[in-house]
């Protein structure tokens, strides 16, 4: 049995712009339904949903019979998660507030077994070699990986050169939320100075050769920054998706209700 296709990494070196949604319900279920819907990548988030190992195992196996790719966020850094996280199979992981290269390095040392990396071998215990069933796992697991880093604080930014230049980080994803609230600007990433940074870390990463995202659920937020140059972009967020959904169609009952509009702090 060969290692499955990293289809996340594939749509990255496609060139063409791969359109996410961030999943965040935590459940398989609504993985599943997301799944369905036609969106490239789906981001099953570990840092501000409620997942554990076990829920996003779950998720994994939902979407695993769909064309959407699915993108594993950590809660942190810790070396022992990731190795849990790609065990049950995940295999791009995205990283946040990574703020330097030292950072960086550590993270792919993490996601790789010995000598270039850490990660402990599991063997037929885990998902991810299909219980001992993929020939020659441990040489050629590095190959379907995909490790994608968060830029999103003023540090990262000035960092991002040496972030993006580091060998094995594949990809870089811009938060704008955080970066505007280290900025001094909270809720209003559109401020002329977070803008900017966004500008800037987006124009360093491309002259790195990396491939950049971003999360957008704004429309124009999302076409401006793919005229920018970022390959992968968030375009909607479930939860907020089914919040906005609800109050459009109760607003259409009852008088005093209002219908929802798309945040802008994401």
């Not at 749509?11 to 369905?36: C, D, K, M, P, R």
């Not at 850094?77 to 995205?94: C, E, F, N, R, Y």
């Amino acid at each position: 049995m060969k290692i499955p296709k990293n289809e996340f990494m594939a749509g990255l070196l496609s060139g063409n712009v791969q359109y996410g949604l961030w999943a965040g319900f935590a459940t398989g279920y609504a993985a599943e339904i997301a799944a369905s819907t036609g969106f490239d990548w789906l981001l099953i988030d570990g840092e501000h949903a409620p997942n554990t190992v076990p829920a996003i195992l779950a998720q994994l196996q939902a979407v695993a019979p769909y064309d959407s790719a699915p993108v594993v966020r950590t809660v942190n850094h810790d070396p022992s998660l990731i190795k849990q996280l790609l065990d049950v199979g995940a295999q791009t992981l995205m990283v946040p507030m990574v703020e330097n290269a030292e950072q960086a390095k550590a993270l792919v040392r993490a996601m790789r077994y010995p000598p270039h990396g850490m990660r402990g071998v599991g063997g037929g215990l885990v998902r991810a070699t299909r219980w001992d069933g993929v020939d020659d796992y441990l040489a050629h697991a590095h190959e379907e990986l995909c490790l994608v880093v968060q830029v999103e604080s003023p540090r990262g930014i000035e960092n991002v050169e040496e972030i993006a230049a580091t060998e094995g980080v594949d990809a870089v994803f811009v938060g704008p939320a955080d970066l505007s609230v280290g900025m001094g600007q909270p809720g209003n990433p559109g401020h002329p100075d977070v803008q900017a940074a966004i500008a800037h870390a987006i124009k360093a990463v491309q002259e790195a050769g990396k491939p950049v995202g971003i999360l957008a659920p704004a429309e124009a937020d999302a076409r401006r920054y793919q005229s920018m140059g970022c390959q992968f972009i968030a375009v909607g967020i479930d939860i907020s998706l089914l919040r906005q959904a609800a109050l459009e169609t109760i607003a259409r009952y009852k008088d005093g209700t209002s219908a929802a509009t798309v945040s802008s702090t994401y």
